[in-house]
């Protein structure tokens, strides 16, 4: 199974969220970006576009499939990942690190609360995780 970072908080849609000061870095994880195999092409929303908690704030599209992106956390996206639409590739590369996609500055930080911790989200993939 690939590794799951224990400082970062996770989703049940296995999207990732590091707390950078007051703002909340995000990606996929290791776990999506294996199943969804090579990634070829990113979406990302606006700079300033207010993103909501578990609603969809971008897509990422694989020679697999076609999958929504979904915020772990309500508020402002303040910083895109300018290397992902012309090298999506990074994102199977380095999921944790250069592949992230969205910076937000939090709108609710208590929602930070409700993301599972590494070793929670070990466990919801071990029940099969979807």
Known sequence: ??????????????????????????GITAYAQEQLGDVVFVELPKLGAKVTQRQSFGVVESVKAVSDLFAPISGEVVELNAELPNAPEI????????????????????????????????????????
Do not use: C, K
């Open 91 to 130: 994102v199977n590369q380095d999921p944790y690190g250069r592949g992230w996609m969205i910076l937000i500055a939090p709108s609710n930080p208590g929602e930070w609360e409700q993301l599972l911790t590494a070793q929670q989200y070990e466990q919801f993939l071990a029940e099969g995780g979807h």
């Open 1 to 26: 199974m690939a590794t799951i970072p224990p400082e970062l908080r996770y989703t049940r849609d296995h999207e990732w969220a590091r707390q950078e000061g007051d703002r909340i870095r995000v």
